[in-house]
């Protein structure tokens, strides 16, 4: 049989399987199946990168990350012009000036701010001159109202004027060409002042983040409608984390309260996929049968639950959800934990998307008055009130009450204090790390 005659033997493909996708190694954990609070935190941080940056008005830029060096195309001054209401001068005119020996100087014309001279001042002359006009030709002084009669055709001058007086000289300011601004500084309103001032619409920067917070349980009512049965509680979490990720900087979308449904979670956190950038939930990630978010969550990514070694907070979430694996941080449902819980995670994420440094809130210290005890092996963050006394010296007051629901006591305080795993007395008078959180 010919070449061409044989059947060819089919050998079929080899099947490849497609590795099962996972988060990235996890932190290790102590003898008690803990992960520290910091490990936790950097773990999370590592599956955020900074949303990518587009041109944005500059008005709207304030608070944002500007991703781009800024040269200035123009000096500041833009042209020597009056520091305030007088008269342009040639300063030789007033040489020995007094109250008793005036120099009079004709005066030959006016100029306006945005207006200019028709003509250079010549020796012996003078011309009337407003604030942020440009000094003529001729010129180089000017003398303020108050050291002259503030003639109109003739000007009494009381005083001897030395050159460069009350000019603002071209380039004084800014020259063309010099570096204003670095890729990653903040924008804040002296930033746009100077943005604007130097001709710029619009710049290069990182939006804010789209955070969605959704809080679980079926017996949250929303603020403002009566509680019915006994029970039921007002939804203070959404309203809280949402104000806190708006306080950083995120723009912010509050779902509210969603109930012990898994379906309902489900198609909630699916639904809000298309908007986010960041989820936040509260509530549903502990050890109840009505936990739903830890119920759901796998089903809509991957995810990880960790016992963090700290108080308030241990039970924590963290997943990336979606085909576009948007990130959803998991907080407990206390107010306390979830406060904290977002000082501690959820905003150093916000500030990485919007690529903004530092990550982390700054650390101060401050001197104990009290005693403050700590349950060893898990890291404490005890709310307290910083003051500065009159030497000048941080002081903390101990708020007390270290229970998880309890937001009178939260509202009270300012500052929290850092009290590692190890620690179990602050002796009163000892030095203690702690994160100012009205900054």
Known sequence: MGLFGRKKKV??????????????????????????????RDWILDQVEPLPPFGMQVLDALGLCLCEDISSDVSLPGFDNAAMDGYAVQAADTWN???????????????????????????????????????????????????????????????????????????????????????????????IGLLAGIGIDKVLVRPRPRVVVISTGSELIEPGLPLTDLGQLYDSNSFMLAAQARAAGAQVF???AVGDDEETMKQTISDQLVRADLIITSGGI??????????????????????????????????????????????????????????????????????????????????????IRSKPGRAQFVRARIRTDAGGRRVVEWIGHSSSHLLGGLQQANALLLVDAETEVIAAGDQVKAWLIDE
């Open 97 to 191: 000036a007094s109250e008793k020996a005036p120099a009079t100087l004709a005066v030959v014309g006016e100029i306006a701010a945005g207006g200019v001279a028709d003509q250079p001042l010549a020796p012996g002359t003078a011309m009337k001159i407003m604030t942020g006009a440009p000094v003529p030709e001729g010129a180089d002084t000017v003398v303020q109202y108050e050291l002259t009669d503030r003639g109109t055709e003739d000007v009494r001058i009381f005083a001897q004027i030395d050159q460069d007086k009350n000019i603002r000289r071209k380039g004084s300011d800014i020259e063309e060409g010099d570096e204003l601004l670095r890729d990653g500084d903040v924008i804040d309103a002296r930033t």
């Open 11 to 40: 050998v079929p493909e080899p099947v490849v399987e497609e590795p099962t996708p996972t988060l990235p190694a996890l932190p290790e954990v102590d003898d008690n199946g803990w992960r520290s609070w910091a490990d936790h």
């Open 254 to 256: 509050r779902v509210g």
């Open 286 to 371: 502990s050890q109840g049968d009505w936990d739903v978010v830890k119920a759901v969550a796998p089903e809509l990514g991957l995810v990880d639950f960790a016992a963090v070694a700290m108080q308030p907070g241990k039970p924590q979430g963290f997943g990336l959800i979606g085909e576009d694996k948007v990130p959803m941080i998991m907080l407990p449902g206390n107010p306390v934990s979830s406060f904290v819980s977002f000082e501690a995670f959820v905003r150093p994420v916000i500030r990485k998307l919007m690529g903004v440094r530092p990550e982390l809130r700054e650390v101060v210290t401050a001197v104990t008055q009290t005693i």
